[in-house]
């Protein structure tokens, strides 16, 4: 055999066995996977086989994987197919092997009472920064760690406290009546849910830093701020079902600019660019924090509040407190309460009558001179009685948010529904569900009508007792909204302002409006023609 073919030969031999090699390594991986699936279908069916709750129904892939909640809640409409889903299988219903929604009032008291030792669920961690140091209200599932931050801020935030604040409520309610009143005089027709966020994020900038975002003024979104709010949104919407990945994912997406984490990240910055400016101008000695009125008073705004806590305490209050707390008034302060205002309005205009009705009250209160002047008081507003009536039954109606509130089950397990639930099993109940269901709400719970809180108000008794306990816009127990009475404040002085000033027709009457569920359920096709009133 000459040279050339030897090689040949030794050549074509070592392929032939590398090609083995690979042939045979593919085979074990095959079998090597084939194995762990083997196992993997194995040790489900022992957990389904063996588990307690079994026999709880729902989907059928709703068993396997959490693949059908995530595909579910992705098309954005959670709120209705979680009601249809109860309606189908009962007040448990599996969505997920190891997450179940309930929809039964037992549940409040087992679960979400204020005393309650149930933490959040893991949904709650991809609301947050993967950094552990870095936590924030909303989705703590520390409870001991939130319980004594909350303790530390919940006087700013109560009624009595926040009431101070009218006048920058004020401030924006002008400018919003501006703008509708250019709109009127165009004949244009505007999203009045984008409209609403815009006021609604305004009126917390002026709150918390003394200073509009501006977003009135110009009519879109200023710097950007509005775009990542929607992207956090998303991101712990859907991350949050996989909470596992979350610090995986949340690296990534941050270094390539994408999704909540460019979101989340720019709101961060855009924080803590407003303390520094802060405390520069504190540093020159200026007084942006407290703006005085005539008689040289006026409240303080939260992050100066924030920033005097720090420096009386500062192992209280942390530099991260003042943050955190800044943050969260941003991220939290402006979506519920846009959400609810688009409810309210929406539903006066699908139902007329209550319209009327609405006006009427507004029109004895002037006649009475108890509403004399363009700016209703939060006070003059609380004893509207079909006016609160309205705005209950409009977040009754449509709840800011409309995804499950997920707890996890400590030791012990619970009992509900007659069904035992052991330690660490999720459940959950939607405030969708909650607020449609017709043992609580009445066989007509589908149908807005103010007049039903009313007469359980005239009532009284047992009846109201289960609507109010059921009726949860803000969360429920220990965790319910910090910032609720901001937005209660805002809604309850805007809303009769422009009933009285503007009329609105519905661009498309016979047509549903759309929503979105990113967690909060926005409208997205909100459109009206505003007018002006004749006196």
């Given at each position: 055999?000459?040279?050339?073919?030897?090689?040949i030969?030794?050549?074509?031999?070592?392929e032939?066995?590398?090609?083995?090699?690979?042939?045979?390594?593919?085979?074990?991986?095959?079998?090597?996977?084939?194995?762990l699936?083997?196992?993997?279908?194995?040790?489900?069916?022992?957990?389904?086989?063996s588990?307690?709750?079994?026999?709880?129904?729902?989907?059928?892939?709703?068993?396997?994987?959490?693949?059908?909640?995530f595909?579910k809640?992705?098309?954005?409409?959670?709120?209705?197919?979680?009601?249809?889903?109860?309606?189908?299988?009962?007040?448990?219903?599996?969505?997920?092997?190891d997450?179940?929604?309930?929809?039964?009032?037992?549940?409040?008291?087992?679960?979400?009472?204020?005393?309650?030792?149930?933490?959040?669920?893991?949904?709650?961690?991809?609301w947050?920064?993967?950094?552990?140091?870095?936590?924030?209200?909303?989705?703590?599932?520390?409870?001991?760690?939130?319980?004594?931050?909350?303790?530390?801020?919940?006087a700013?935030?109560?009624?009595?406290?926040?009431?101070?604040?009218?006048?920058?409520?004020?401030?924006?309610?002008?400018?919003?009546?501006?703008?509708?009143?250019?709109?009127?005089?165009?004949?244009?027709?505007?999203?009045?849910?984008?409209?609403?966020?815009?006021?609604?994020f305004d009126?917390?900038?002026?709150?918390?830093?003394?200073?509009?975002f501006?977003?009135?003024?110009?009519g879109?979104?200023?710097?950007?701020?509005?775009?990542?709010?929607?992207?956090?949104?998303?991101?712990?919407?859907?991350?949050?079902?996989?909470?596992?990945?979350?610090?995986?994912?949340f690296?990534?997406?941050?270094?390539?600019?994408?999704?909540?984490?460019?979101?989340?990240?720019?709101?961060?910055?855009?924080?803590n660019?407003?303390?520094q400016?802060?405390?520069?101008?504190?540093?020159?000695g200026?007084?942006?924090?407290?703006?005085?009125?005539?008689?040289?008073?006026?409240?303080?705004?939260?992050?100066?509040?924030?920033?005097?806590?720090?420096e009386?305490?500062?192992?209280?209050?942390?530099?991260?407190?003042?943050?955190m707390?800044?943050?969260s008034?941003?991220?939290?302060?402006s979506?519920?309460?846009a959400?609810?205002?688009?409810?309210?309005?929406?539903?006066?205009?699908?139902?007329?009558n209550?319209?009327?009705?609405?006006?009427?009250?507004?029109?004895?209160?002037?006649?009475?001179?108890?509403?004399?002047?363009?700016?209703?008081?939060?006070?003059?507003s609380?004893?509207?009685?079909?006016?609160?009536?309205?705005?209950?039954?409009?977040?009754?109606?449509?709840?800011?948010?409309?995804?499950?509130?997920?707890?996890?089950?400590?030791?012990?397990?619970?009992?509900?529904?007659?069904?035992?639930?052991?330690?660490?099993?999720?459940?959950?109940?939607?405030?969708?569900?909650?607020?449609?269901?017709?043992?609580?709400?009445?066989?007509?719970?589908?149908?807005?009508?103010?007049?039903r809180?009313?007469?359980?108000?005239?009532?009284?008794?047992e009846?109201?007792?289960?609507?109010?306990?059921?009726?949860?816009?803000?969360?429920?127990?220990?965790?319910?909204?910090?910032?609720?009475?901001?937005?209660?404040?805002?809604?309850?002085?805007?809303?009769?302002?422009?009933?009285?000033?503007?009329?609105?027709?519905?661009?498309?009457?016979?047509?549903p409006?759309?929503?979105?569920?990113?967690?909060?359920v926005?409208?997205?096709?909100f459109?009206?023609?505003?007018?002006?009133?004749?006196?």
């Amino acid at each position: 055999m000459d040279t050339k073919s030897a090689i040949i030969t030794v050549v074509g031999t070592h392929e032939h066995g590398s090609a083995s090699l690979l042939t045979l390594a593919a085979r074990y991986l095959c079998c090597g996977v084939l194995i762990l699936v083997t196992i993997q279908m194995a040790v489900f069916m022992y957990q389904a086989l063996s588990s307690p709750l079994r026999s709880v129904p729902g989907p059928f892939w709703a068993r396997f994987s959490r693949l059908y909640y995530f595909i579910k809640v992705a098309q954005g409409r959670w709120e209705h197919e979680n009601i249809a889903l109860h309606r189908r299988y009962g007040p448990v219903v599996r969505v997920a092997p190891d997450m179940y929604s309930v929809d039964a009032p037992e549940v409040v008291k087992s679960v979400y009472a204020i005393n309650s030792k149930f933490p959040k669920g893991d949904w709650y961690d991809a609301w947050k920064h993967p950094d552990p140091q870095r936590f924030s209200l909303f989705p703590e599932r520390d409870m001991t760690r939130h319980a004594e931050t909350r303790k530390k801020f919940q006087a700013m935030y109560s009624m009595s406290s926040l009431v101070n604040y009218e006048g920058y409520v004020d401030e924006c309610a002008d400018i919003f009546r501006e703008r509708l009143t250019e709109f009127a005089a165009g004949g244009d027709i505007i999203n009045m849910g984008d409209w609403f966020q815009l006021y609604a994020f305004d009126v917390i900038g002026d709150i918390t830093y003394s200073q509009r975002f501006g977003f009135l003024d110009k009519g879109e979104d200023i710097a950007g701020l509005l775009k990542a709010l929607h992207g956090v949104l998303r991101y712990g919407t859907l991350a949050g079902i996989f909470a596992r990945f979350h610090p995986i994912l949340f690296s990534i997406m941050a270094r390539l600019g994408l999704g909540g984490a460019a979101g989340r990240n720019y709101l961060i910055n855009y924080v803590n660019s407003r303390i520094q400016q802060r405390k520069a101008e504190k540093a020159k000695g200026k007084d942006v924090g407290n703006r005085g009125d005539q008689d040289g008073a006026a409240p303080m705004d939260f992050l100066e509040k924030l920033l005097l806590a720090n420096e009386k305490d500062p192992e209280k209050v942390t530099p991260y407190h003042v943050f955190m707390m800044g943050q969260s008034n941003v991220i939290a302060g402006s979506d519920t309460t846009a959400v609810s205002l688009s409810s309210i309005l929406y539903n006066l205009l699908k139902h007329p009558n209550t319209m009327v009705k609405l006006r009427d009250e507004i029109r004895q209160f002037e006649n009475e001179g108890r509403c004399g002047s363009a700016n209703v008081s939060f006070k003059e507003s609380q004893e509207m009685l079909y006016l609160q009536a309205i705005m209950k039954e409009a977040l009754r109606m449509h709840p800011a948010t409309g995804l499950p509130m997920w707890r996890v089950v400590t030791e012990g397990g619970v009992e509900v529904c007659g069904r035992f639930f052991p330690e660490g099993t999720v459940v959950g109940i939607n405030t969708w569900c909650a607020h449609y269901n017709e043992d609580v709400f009445g066989r007509d719970a589908h149908i807005f009508r103010p007049e039903r809180w009313i007469e359980a108000q005239t009532e009284g008794g047992e009846n109201l007792k289960r609507m109010e306990a059921y009726w949860m816009p803000f969360g429920l127990g220990s965790r319910t909204c910090i910032g609720r009475h901001i937005s209660f404040l805002e809604m309850s002085k805007l809303i009769p302002q422009i009933v009285r000033q503007f009329d609105f027709e519905l661009a498309h009457p016979d047509k549903p409006w759309k929503t979105e569920n990113n967690w909060f359920v926005k409208p997205v096709d909100f459109e009206v023609r505003v007018s002006l009133r004749k006196p």
